[in-house]
T-cell receptor, first 116, second 114 residues
């Protein structure tokens, strides 16, 4: 489809395991964002990419979290040594170059991560 | 830095009744303001936005929001709600300068009752 695609839609893992979440943005969107939404909370900013580089990673909670976008399109959010507190819905969004400053983001449906 | 407060976590309302979802923001710089909606089992979608110009902005499905700078508010209103408006609504803010990321409120769950 033409929207932002996130896989997997659901991931259940055990504490201490490594997890990768993938985001495929809308074609032509150079900006890509990762947010995390915990139960009862609004989306919380993690990191955003302009092209291949991370323009702002100030929202990453600690060094267990890392994200890449090697070719400026698909992005992968990587979480090492998962903890129960990492359980949340991880949202990816992208935006057109002309819309980045005006906040018009297009969101995927999210990847629900459950850490047991 | 910016922050957003949505005072109501849940708002139940009868069909065809009016509704107001409250949003207040805090920022040291000028801002853009947004309402996003999340329908059940769907991703977040932009509902409406204030960038500049007229302080009253409207969506295609009858919602409106008014930017009030003196009260730092951007409340969302609809004069007559439908069952299909049942969803979670998020207010969001971004700063004018640079590529500042959107900051979201905690959301308000609107439940329309038949």
């Amino acid at each position: 489809g033409a929207g932002v695609s996130q896989t997997p839609s659901n991931k259940v893992t055990e504490k201490g395991k490594y997890v990768e979440l993938r985001c495929d943005p809308i074609s032509g969107h150079t900006a890509l964002y990762w947010y995390r939404q915990s139960l009862g909370q609004g989306p919380e900013f993690l990191i955003y990419f302009q092209g291949t580089g991370a323009a702002d990673d100030s929202g990453l909670p600690n060094d267990r979290f890392f994200a890449v976008r090697p070719e400026g399109s698909v992005s992968t959010l990587k979480i090492q040594r998962t903890e129960r507190g990492d359980s949340a819905v991880y949202l990816c969004a992208s935006s057109h170059p002309g819309q980045m400053n005006t906040g018009e983001l297009f969101f995927g449906e999210g990847s629900r991560l459950t850490v047991l | 830095a910016q922050s957003v407060t949505q005072l109501d976590s849940q708002v139940p309302v009868f069909e065809e009744a009016p509704v107001e979802l409250r949003c207040n923001y805090s920022s040291s710089v000028s801002v853009y303001l947004f309402w996003y909606v999340q329908y059940p089992n769907q991703g977040l979608q932009l509902l409406l936005k204030y960038l500049s110009g007229s302080t009253l902005v409207e969506s295609i499905n009858g919602f409106e929001a008014e930017f009030n700078k003196s009260q730092t508010s951007f409340h969302l209103r609809k004069p007559s709600v439908h069952i299909s408006d049942t969803a979670e609504y998020f207010c969001a803010v971004s700063g004018y300068s640079g590529n500042t990321p959107l900051v979201f409120g905690k959301g308000t769950r609107l439940s329309v009752i038949a």
